[in-house]
T-cell receptor, first 113, second 111 residues
């Protein structure tokens, strides 16, 4: 069964550094999302992306965050200058259409030291 | 704003049925979802129900939706130790928009 894949599974970075989290959505999907889950807390929406542009974003998704679909298969989340509070599990998700279920990847655990 | 509430813990014995409950506030939800998260793993889509349905059954899983009371439940029949995980309820208030998640219910199954 096709799945959303995320790399790396765990990323450790120093405060102030830039990180790029990578995702390969399911191949025929058109809607792409990033969510995060701080340890022990809710899964929170960050941003959605459709037709090569951001369609919705949350308050969390400030100027430090950006997303890109650099080619036909990858979908990336960049954090420009990481803060300690960015430490979380970041999930990528995709779906084929607006009325389709959302499929998640296994996540990237980001640890900012 | 939209909110999704779940009880935090449920403990059952192997072979019993588990019922995990969820309430939501957004009456314009299109879909309601149940996801399973095992320790250190991602979010596995278990099942979902369209808002104009009141029940959906898929093998050991039964989803009940009471739209009037904005109540969603997930019943797992013959619960196994492998069902131990966190179960998240989620809803979207409009097709294509972001999902709103509950805090998750930790299901513990003892043998």
């Amino acid at each position: 069964e096709p799945e959303v894949t995320q790399t790396p599974s765990h990323q450790v970075t120093q405060m102030g550094q830039e990180v790029i989290l990578r995702c390969v959505p399911i191949s025929n999907h058109l809607y792409f999302y990033w969510y995060r889950q701080i340890l022990g807390q809710k899964v929170e929406f960050l941003v959605s992306f459709y037709n090569n542009e951001i369609s919705e974003k949350s308050e969390i998704f400030d100027d430090q965050f950006s997303v890109e679909r650099p080619d036909g298969s990858n979908f990336t989340l960049k954090i420009r200058s990481t803060k300690l509070e960015d430490s979380a599990m970041y999930f990528c998700a995709s779906k084929s259409g607006p009325n389709s279920p959302l499929h998640f990847g296994n996540g990237t655990r980001l640890t900012v030291t | 704003g939209e909110d999704v509430e779940q009880s935090l813990f449920l403990s059952v014995r192997e072979g019993d049925s588990s019922v995990i409950n969820c309430t939501y506030t957004d009456s314009s939800s299109t879909y309601l979802y149940w996801y399973k998260q095992e320790p250190g793993a991602g979010l596995q889509l278990l099942t979902y129900i369209f808002s104009n349905m009141d029940m959906k059954q898929d093998q050991r899983l039964t989803v009940l939706l009471n739209k009037k009371d904005k109540h969603l439940s997930l019943r797992i029949a013959d619960t196994q130790t492998g069902d131990s995980a966190i179960y998240f309820c989620a809803e979207d208030h409009q097709a294509g928009t972001a999902l709103i998640f509950g805090k998750g219910t930790t299901l513990s199954v003892s043998s």
